[in-house]
């Protein structure tokens, strides 16, 4: 079994690259196909579980990409998938190419060169909150669970964790690559139900290093960490309101620490020294970092990731972009099979076509 020529269709769909926020292009960018990104016809043709899924960055299938099917559900039509794109271009748009068609097919292993663990090789976890806490990453810091619901209800992107803002708790142990030593980001989706008290949200620290991404009392996004020789923190500057789907990101850079809220930025501080945050806390989602049990939240959270690099202002744009509208993002195009050429015209290309 070969690939490509034992597959007998392909899609391809392109990204729309006013979303791709900046001037420069993103590099080894992990975009969310979901849904409507896949066609009627694409649904039909795939394997249930989406074994024969594979993407390629050119139409002749050459060049393969990593990717995670996080859910797929062939007769709703709905999936969660993560594609490692190398170049995501600014100002003309990208093209990826969907192949599907062949019962015979393997799904790829974990990890394989494409497979799932590849997507996230510049993560120290990724939590999809996809009916568990199970990490992405090849470092496997899954979580346990404690009275945590998941539900398509409670998460903003395929499931999310719901927690009860009393007795819930995500904990993972420490590991090296939980542990912040240089440049870095911790980002969320949350859906918060207070916003008149302190909740955790992502935390490993104890009291004297460690990191921590929560709200404060007054409904506001805070970063920072209880390191050593300086502990500090950035307090965003928007109430972030209940009951809505919210994006965050905290971000240090080796001289800034900010935070973004829905991909722009909300906070900053500068020139600011951060100080040891190797801790050998249990990493904590949704209760404080020191003691475990107090400022629990209340709300739902989904997407939470860990990485060892300070992610930019045009990346977080791009990422809100890209999760909180996939269907606007990509644009399915065009299908080839081995029978048919059909085409899928967005509304901003108007026109017919010729010589097909």
């Keep these: 079994m070969a690939f490509p020529a034992d597959w007998s269709s392909k899609l391809e769909i392109r990204s729309d690259a006013t979303k791709v926020s900046g001037s420069s292009n993103l590099t080894d960018y992990p975009s969310l196909i979901a849904d409507g990104n896949l066609t009627s016809a694409v649904y039909a043709g795939l394997e249930t579980d989406g074994k024969d899924l594979r993407i390629t960055t050119d139409e002749a299938g050459t060049t393969e990409i990593p990717f995670e099917i996080v859910a797929m559900d062939t007769s709703a039509e709905t999936c969660e998938i993560w594609a490692k794109i190398p170049t995501l271009d600014y100002d003309d748009d990208t093209s990826l190419f969907i192949w599907y068609g062949n019962s015979s097919a393997v799904a790829y292993a974990v990890d394989d060169t494409f497979g799932s663990q590849a997507v996230w090789s510049d993560y120290g976890a990724v939590y999809h909150m996809e009916g568990n806490s199970n990490d992405s990453t090849d470092g496997g810091h899954t979580g346990t669970d404690t009275s945590i619901t998941y539900s398509t209800a409670n998460g903003e992107i395929g499931q999310g964790a719901g927690l009860n803002g009393s007795s819930s708790k995500i904990t993972a142990p420490d590991a090296n690559e939980l542990d912040l030593t240089g440049n870095h980001t911790i980002q969320t989706w949350f859906n918060t139900n207070v916003n008149n008290a302190y909740e955790a949200m992502v935390e490993k620290y104890t009291s004297g290093n460690g990191y921590y991404f929560r709200l404060n009392d007054s409904g506001e996004l805070v970063f920072g960490n209880q390191a050593i020789p300086q502990g500090s923190n950035i307090t965003g ?13 905290g971000t240090y850079d080796g001289t800034n620490i900010r935070v973004y809220l829905n ?37 739902e959270l989904d997407e939470v990731r860990i990485r060892e ?32 050429l059909k085409y899928y015209r967005r509304t901003r290309f108007p026109g017919s076509i010729t010589g097909v």
């Design 309 to 340: 690099s300070a992610l930019s202002a045009d990346w977080c744009l791009t990422e809100y972009n890209n999760q909180n509208s996939p269907s606007t993002f990509w644009t399915p195009v065009l299908i080839f099979t081995t029978n048919y």
């Design 237 to 249: 500057s928007t109430v972030v309101g209940t009951n809505t789907w919210k994006m965050g990101h």
């Design 263 to 299: 991909g722009s930025q909300d906070g900053i501080s500068a020139s600011y020294t951060y100080g040891n945050v190797n801790s050998a806390a249990t990493l904590k989602l949704g209760v404080r970092g020191d003691n475990g049990s107090s400022i629990p939240y209340s709300g």
